[in-house]
């Protein structure tokens, strides 16, 4: 089918709105996301407790990005998975366990970074 040509900058503003669309779903649905937002919230009360640093709240925030972006990624994979074969498949497993594994990366990349800004604090080091 062929696609009407819209200019630039309506075509920007579309696809924004499909960001925000997709951001609102995911943070809706998703409950990765959700739990995921869940311990953000905490770390960022943490943040606020604790007194961090500005480089120690930039360092929080992408570490915090990088979870959520490599989370709903993986969920995007997921779906695309299920959708295109439902079935047991070995590659699907596959596919799927290593989208898993890039979150583990960002999870722990995310952990490591946690631990060098509050484990001095709550030990006094
Ligand atoms: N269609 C399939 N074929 C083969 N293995 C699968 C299939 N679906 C899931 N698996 C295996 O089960 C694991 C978990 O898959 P699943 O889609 O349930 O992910 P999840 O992280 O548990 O999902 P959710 O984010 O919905 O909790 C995969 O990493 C994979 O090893």
């Known amino acids: ?8 900058f309506v075509g920007r503003l579309r696809s924004l709105k499909y960001a925000m669309v997709g951001l609102y779903k995911l943070c809706t649905t998703e409950d990765s996301i959700i739990s995921q937002l869940s311990i953000g919230a905490l770390v960022m009360i943490a943040g606020w407790y604790f007194d961090i640093s500005r480089t120690e709240w930039l ?6 990005g990088l979870v959520l972006a490599v ?11 299920d959708f295109i074969h439902p ?39």
Do not use: R
Request: avoid cysteine; proline fraction near 2%.
């Open 59 to 64: 360092f929080q925030i992408m570490a915090l």
């Open 87 to 125: 079935d047991y498949h070995k590659k699907i497993g596959f596919i799927k366990d290593i989208s898993a594994g890039a979150v583990t990366f960002a999870a722990l990349t995310a952990v490591a970074i946690g631990l060098f800004i509050y484990l001095p604090k709550i030990f006094n080091f």
């Open 1 to 8: 089918m062929e696609q009407k040509k819209v200019s630039f």
């Open 71 to 81: 989370e709903g990624l993986n969920t995007a994979v997921e779906k695309t998975a």
